[in-house]
């Protein structure tokens, strides 16, 4: 980012939801040597992620007051709150502008159900199946799953990302972790069959003329593509760009 264009003004927002600034911007958009992120558990100041060190979040700040002085906001924020549209309809409700999906594809994206039924309804090949709310945790038996959806299966929380609260499962007591674990993070879960297939990605930049980058493929070392695999342990996975695909 040229610092001689562009301002840059970091908002940190805790998990109980208070906004407030950042101090050391450059510390934050700094990637020439990326260190590992480090929170402050500080019991007067909340903590925030920076890199390399730790650091604290300055006073609380309005949202709507800090944010109207600002020209584009780049919401970069993982999970409920942060990427189903809850922010995205507040900035759009506040005519600020933003950079990524609108409120209807945050929010379709978040949730699994609803965004595989759409890839069900867009003949779009989807794994099987079922779905789970946290009154039907007595009724949910391994007999009856792996009868429907084959012996190895994953458990999801409906709602989240980066693998946050999946588990593999191919037994009775593994299942009941697992769905303990996924019941943590939602109230809604998933219980889906366990495919041998491939992961390719692929980002799209624009609106009216959108430009599609070259796809990559993570191909993965480890039992499954979990969160450790994805952020802890840099040998559970590579990234192949191109992917190897037939034209």
Not at 141 to 161: H, R, Y
Not at 177 to 195: H, M, N, Q, S
Not at 203 to 225: M, R, T
Request: hydrophobic residues 40%.
């Amino acid at each position: 980012i040229d610092n001689e264009k562009y301002e840059v003004v970091p908002i940190g927002i805790t998990k109980t939801g208070q906004w407030a600034l950042v101090p050391g911007p450059q510390n934050l958009i700094d990637t020439e040597q990326p260190k590992p992120l480090e929170v402050n558990d500080d019991n007067d100041k909340p903590g925030v992620l920076v890199r390399g060190q730790a650091a604290t979040l300055t006073e609380a700040v309005d949202p709507l007051k800090v944010l109207s002085s600002v020209d584009v906001v780049f919401p970069v924020l993982h999970g409920p709150y942060g990427e189903d549209g809850t922010i995205q309809g507040m900035l759009k409700v506040a005519n600020i502008p933003f950079v990524g999906p609108s409120v209807l594809g945050s929010a379709v994206a978040m949730d699994k159900d609803v965004m595989k039924r759409l890839f069900k309804a867009s003949g779009v090949p989807t794994p099987k199946l079922l779905v789970f709310h946290k009154a039907d945790e007595d009724s949910i038996q391994f007999s009856k799953i792996s009868a429907e959806l084959g012996t190895l299966v994953f458990v999801k929380p409906a709602n989240l990302g980066s693998s946050v609260g999946v588990s593999k499962v191919t037994n009775e007591e593994q299942l009941k972790r697992a769905v303990d674990e996924a019941f943590k993070y939602d109230t809604k879960i998933l219980i889906e069959e366990g495919i041998d297939g491939r992961e390719i990605e692929c980002s799209v930049l624009g609106n009216e003329n959108p430009i599609a980058s070259v796809p990559g493929e993570i191909v993965v070392h480890a039992d499954f593509y979990s969160y450790d695999a994805k952020y802890l342990n840099e040998t559970s996975s590579s990234l192949i760009i191109p992917a190897e695909l037939s034209p």
